[in-house]
């Protein structure tokens, strides 16, 4: 069975820093690509970027590029996605999905994790 | 940037059809797929390619993409169809979502 483990929930400061991470299992992770959404509250889904484990190829949609940083780790298949300085409005809660990505869509998703900034 | 537009919201009554329309420049020319995100839960995916439903979508599920236009159309709506739903295409190397619609099963 496919499944993606997110990490907890987050509480962080305006300025920290986080990394929250997506474990997959049931499948060959490497060989798929993960993707981050993201959901701000009562706010629809934003597709954040994806990356491809086998060989780290990442590609960032043009709204989140140089804001975030995804990475992965096929060793341990996770992925991961990282703040250097986080804002107020990053408060949202994030999803990772996998599939074999394009036109095949994102069939398994993980549970999210909730991440709030706040002073 | 490319734009996917869906209607805020549509209502239907049990056992009708509900029609949930994505627009696009040229959409045909890409895949649409489709998403139902129900309160609280993860989004489940219930169209991709166009018109293939994943294994355990129920056959009420079905889609279509024409000319600027995707349709997601749900046959016999049940109360449990209730849910927001997503449509999805990629442009270039990117992919973008619509904005959502929230159908109302009354």
């Known amino acids: 069975e496919v499944q993606l483990v997110q990490s907890g929930a987050e509480v962080k400061k305006p300025g920290e820093s986080l990394k929250i991470s997506c474990k997959g299992s049931g499948y060959s992770f490497a060989n798929y690509w993960i993707a981050w959404v993201r959901q701000m509250p009562g706010k629809g889904l934003e597709w954040m970027g994806i990356i491809y484990p086998a060989d780290s190829d990442t590609r960032y949609s043009p709204s989140f590029q140089g804001q975030v940083t995804i990475s992965a780790d096929k060793s341990i298949s996770t992925a991961s996605l990282q703040w250097s300085s986080l804002k107020a409005s990053d408060t949202a809660m994030y999803y990772c999905?996998?599939?074999?990505?394009?036109?095949?869509?994102?069939?398994?998703w993980g549970q999210g994790t909730l991440v709030t900034v706040s002073s | 940037s490319y734009e996917l537009t869906q209607p805020p919201s549509v209502s239907v009554s049990p056992g009708q059809t509900a029609s949930i329309t994505c627009s696009g420049d040229?959409?045909?020319?890409?895949?649409a797929c489709w998403y139902q995100q129900k309160a609280g839960q993860s989004p489940v995916m219930v169209i991709y390619q166009d018109t293939k439903r994943p294994s355990g979508i129920p056959e009420r599920f079905s889609g279509s993409n024409s000319g600027n236009t995707a349709t997601l159309t749900i046959s016999g709506t049940q109360a449990m169809d209730e849910a927001d739903y997503y449509c999805q295409a990629w442009d270039s190397t990117t992919e973008v979502f619509g904005g959502g619609t929230k159908l109302t099963v009354l």
């Open positions: 040229k959409l045909d020319n890409k895949y």
């Open positions: 999905a996998t599939g074999a990505g394009y036109s095949s869509g994102w069939p398994y």
